[in-house]
């Protein structure tokens, strides 16, 4: 389990840059997805606003999980998305959001 770095509340004090205080959030539970497994819940003690350790990650929100070296490497040797959807099995939307979540995090990072 990591700890989170930050409230994802943007009109909370814990918001911008690292909090202050080290125990700005507790643990406010658990609980169990089909594809994940076991997922851990936290609270922040300023605004009150609960969230899970999947909300920081790049596969936010994702019903399906899909390697992204794998997408990276077939488009990387030149193949169309609806290509690269067809090899992996899903649709072109699916390899569209991969691809833009990605270029939206090279942009912050």
């Given at each position: 389990m990591q700890r989170p770095k930050y409230c994802p509340n943007p009109n909370c004090e814990f918001h911008s840059g690292a909090p202050t205080e080290p125990n700005w959030c507790h643990v406010?539970?658990?609980?169990?997805?089909?594809?994940?497994?076991p997922i851990v819940r936290f609270k922040c003690l300023a605004c009150g606003r609960t969230f899970s350790e999947r909300t920081f990650n790049l596969d936010y929100y994702t019903k399906r999980h899909i390697s992204y070296q794998h997408i990276l490497q077939l488009m990387d040797t030149h193949r169309s998305m609806r290509k690269t959807a067809r090899i992996l099995g899903v649709s072109h939307q699916a390899i569209s959001n991969r691809l833009q979540r990605l270029a939206r995090l090279s942009i912050i990072e």
């Open positions: 406010a539970g658990r609980y169990t997805t089909k594809l994940r497994g």
